[in-house]
């Protein structure tokens, strides 16, 4: 069964930077993309970024483009989001999710709240 377990979220003020894992178990991810999106209070689930299996093609959503970068460490079985100039409109928590055979696994998420 695939785990995913989200980490490194927490208090920052505007402009400040974060880094965010998500560490899956379970299952190896070197083969699959992986995606990370966010959720911020009273607000839909929203697309962030995505990394293909082998790192070498991102996606970001038009609100992060610029400040967020992806990446991952397939023998770490690990994937990051690296937050910079971060605004309190970024506040959220962060989910990443995993698609396998048109299964979606997603994690608990972690929060991260950005003061002004």
């Known amino acids: 069964q695939v785990q995913l377990v989200e980490s490194g979220g927490g208090l920052v003020q505007a402009g400040d930077s974060l880094r965010l894992s998500c560490a899956a178990s379970?299952?190896?991810?070197?083969?699959?993309?992986m995606r990370w999106f966010r959720q911020a209070p009273g607000k839909e689930r929203e697309f962030v970024a995505s990394?293909?299996?082998?790192?070498?093609?991102?996606n970001f959503g038009d609100s992060v483009k610029g400040r967020f970068t992806i990446s991952r460490d397939n023998a770490k079985n690990t994937v990051y989001l690296q937050m910079n100039s971060l605004k309190p409109e970024d506040t959220a928590v962060y989910y990443c999710?995993?698609?396998?055979?048109?299964?979606?696994?997603w994690g608990k998420g972690t929060l991260v709240t950005v003061s002004s």
């Open positions: 999710k995993l698609v396998i055979l048109g299964i979606d696994y």
């Open positions: 379970g299952r190896t991810i070197s083969n699959y993309a």
């Open positions: 990394i293909n299996w082998s790192g070498d093609s991102t």
